[in-house]
Structures are given as structure tokens and as C-alpha cells.
């Protein structure tokens, strides 16, 4: 639990950062965007997990 909340809080960092300097976010602007990127890690996940 601890990793994620750090994980978080680093990204919501990069995230003020982001917007303070004025530059575009590089990650998807949309929930399907992010969605895609769960996406592909569960996929991951799984293959990881079958090839044991």
C-alpha cells in the first residue's frame, strides 16, 4: 500500500509540475486512454501468471 501512495503522490507531483511549466501532460487525456493503459498491464499480468 505503500507504493502505490507514493506512486500517486509522485505522479500527482509530475502533474502540478506539468502545469506550472505550461507543457502538455504525456499521459491519455480520456478514461478510454487510461483504460487501454490498465489494459495492457492486465494483459501483462496474465501471461506473466500463466507462464509460471
Given amino acids: 500500500m505503500k507504493t502505490i501512495l507514493l506512486s500517486l503522490l509522485s505522479g500527482a507531483g509530475c502533474g502540478i509540475l506539468f502545469a ?6 504525456p499521459a491519455p487525456p480520456t478514461l478510454a486512454g487510461i483504460a487501454g493503459i490498465v489494459g495492457i498491464f492486465l494483459g501483462y499480468s496474465i501471461v506473466v501468471l500463466v507462464r509460471r
Fill in 20 to 25: 506550472f511549466l505550461r507543457l502538455p501532460v
